[in-house]
């Protein structure tokens, strides 16, 4: 396909303040290093650096923060075209996050009322999503009004132009009112996506479940649009299932780990802009785990998100270890 963009991504774009102390409870942490964050930012930014042509969507603050994170944006090559500045007074979401141990990492969450989750209907542009060959959903976008009637717009935009529609399910259970409202937003976008990426847990969200099985996931999403799902089981590794029943199988690499945020998003960038270029189901899921083992090992989730080269010498320096 000849298009302009290879991916646009849509959904929210925040603040990380991430704890520079390490090892102790944020009640006594003083110092934070600020990054952008929001997974479908990241997803975009990861996508650039790995070099791909990447726009995005999404509605920031009229402030310095909204600047700092259209600025950070643009510098790292993603085109900001579908940015809207909001002119009522929302603000941009801010992360906390705490450092207490590789085991013991927590994020504090300031969602009320952000400029993310005010992204209208009208202002999602038909042209503008007809330029890239994949939209990328984030799941949280989906948690209110009118930012859901957005992205089911701009979900209708890319299915009556050709446009293939990757969901990263990117389950906030804070930002939801109910289990039940989220396995009915989660399942309308899923049943009409190309590709649905998510962790287990996640999975069970979109399907109101506990303790869901991969087989009743796939039997169930591979009645719709679907035609490949990604299913991530953590240090265990992932899964990807293909409606042709083709079954692969990804493990995870080995990493000297900071903190647990930020491997999903760089999973997806580094998933999605592996098969974007060619490569194989079997090839991405690699991709994926050491982008994902690389991000863990670091301080951001953005700044954080590795070169091609990086996942490569990654993959090569462990191949005789990779699923044992």
């Not at 979109?206 to 996931?217: A, F, I, P, Q, S």
């Not at 993959?315 to 044992?324: F, P, V």
Request: with cysteine; aromatic share 10%; charged share 25%.
């Amino acid at each position: 396909m000849n298009k302009e963009f290879d991916i646009i991504a849509i959904g929210r774009a925040a603040i990380d303040l991430n704890a520079v102390e390490y090892n102790r409870p944020m009640e006594e942490t003083q110092t934070f290093t600020k990054y952008v964050g929001g997974s479908p930012a990241n997803i975009a930014i990861g996508s650039a650096k790995l070099g791909l042509s990447v726009g995005f969507i999404g509605k920031l603050s009229k402030d310095q923060h909204g600047n700092f994170i259209k600025d950070y944006l643009e510098k790292s090559n993603v085109n900001t075209e579908g940015v809207v500045i909001d002119t009522e007074g929302h603000k941009s979401g801010l992360a906390f996050t705490e450092i207490k141990s590789p085991e013991e990492c927590s994020i504090l969450m300031y969602r009320d009322e952000v400029a993310d989750l005010y992204l209208k209907p009208e202002e999602i542009s038909e042209d503008y999503i007809k330029r890239s060959k994949y939209l990328v959903i984030s799941g949280t976008a989906l948690s209110m009004s009118p930012s859901r009637e957005a992205i089911l717009k701009a979900l209708a935009i890319a299915k009556n132009n050709g446009v293939k529609v990757i969901f990263e399910i990117d389950y906030r259970p804070y930002t939801w009112k109910s289990k039940e409202e989220t396995a009915v937003y989660y399942s309308l976008v899923a049943k009409e996506a190309d590709i649905v990426i998510g962790t287990r847990d996640e999975f069970d969200a979109l399907e109101n479940v506990e303790d869901g099985k991969n087989e009743d996931t796939v039997n169930y999403l591979f009645n719709y649009s679907p035609k490949l799902i990604v299913i991530k089981h953590g240090k265990e590794g992932s899964y990807a299932y293909e409606k042709t029943g083709e079954v692969y199988r990804g493990h995870s690499y080995k990493a000297k780990v900071l903190k647990t945020f930020g491997a999903g998003d760089s999973y997806a960038a580094a998933f999605i802009s592996a098969l974007t270029t060619g490569k194989e189901i079997e090839e991405a899921l690699k991709y994926g785990s050491a982008a994902a083992a690389i991000v863990v090992s670091k301080h951001s989730s953005s700044d954080a998100m590795p070169t091609i080269r990086e996942i490569e010498d990654l993959i090569e320096n462990q191949a005789k270890s990779y699923g044992k």
